[in-house]
């Protein structure tokens, strides 16, 4: 409908916060709304539109837990994500989840490029359901000899495979290297 959404981290509140503007120059009375407020959540966050079910979809950091960050996906269950949203663990293996980039393929599965803090990796997840309730692929990136996936960004080519940019360099490196 032309009505930019936006997810973002409340620091007063440390909680994740979606707003979908009244119209599409965002101007006029934009209300916010807190979509997970569970503990420490979302201060590393990406939204995208489902092209199923055309509602936000936002890839996020959950820090409240012990072990490190947890990747989190929402789904909204609506336009305005105000009522039937879900949240799945994407990853929780380690202190994951930094430089989150989402992308939305045809399938409606959900596809993360990430950085994972405890192995200095890039990872790539790919959900195996909408909802990324089933669990998911992951894969590492190639390059793990080096501190990669700092800076991530993730797009779909056009054959719909996922394209990955990220900073990639040994670590204490002043200036990295971005590959794709």
């Known amino acids: 409908d032309g009505r930019p959404v936006i997810s973002y981290y409340d620091f007063a509140n440390s909680a994740l916060m979606f707003n979908r503007c009244a119209n599409g120059a965002c101007s006029g009375t934009n209300v916010p709304i807190t979509v997970d407020n569970s503990g420490a959540v979302g201060s590393a966050n990406a939204i995208a539109i489902s092209p199923t079910s055309g509602f936000p979809v936002i890839a996020f950091v959950d820090q409240s837990v012990l072990a490190g960050q947890v990747l989190k996906l929402l789904n909204c269950g609506d336009a305005e994500c105000s009522s039937g949203?879900?949240?799945?663990?994407?990853?929780?293996?380690?202190?994951?989840?930094?430089?989150?980039?989402?992308a939305m393929p045809a399938d409606g599965l959900a596809v993360m490029s990430y950085y994972d803090v405890s192995n200095r990796n890039l990872k790539v997840a790919k959900c195996v359901n909408q909802a990324c309730s089933g669990g998911t692929a992951i894969l590492t990136a190639f390059d793990v000899a080096e501190d990669s996936g700092g800076n991530t960004a993730i797009?779909?080519?056009?054959?719909?495979?996922?394209?990955?940019?990220?900073?990639?360099?040994?670590?204490?490196?002043?200036q990295p290297v971005m590959k794709v």
């Not at 799945?88 to 989150?100: P, S």
């Not at 996922?162 to 040994?170: E, R």
Request: no cysteine.
């Open 85 to 102: 949203n879900t949240i799945n663990i994407v990853d929780a293996t380690g202190n994951v989840g930094l430089a989150i980039s989402l």
């Open 155 to 174: 797009a779909l080519g056009t054959d719909g495979l996922p394209v990955v940019a990220y900073t990639s360099g040994p670590a204490g490196l002043s």
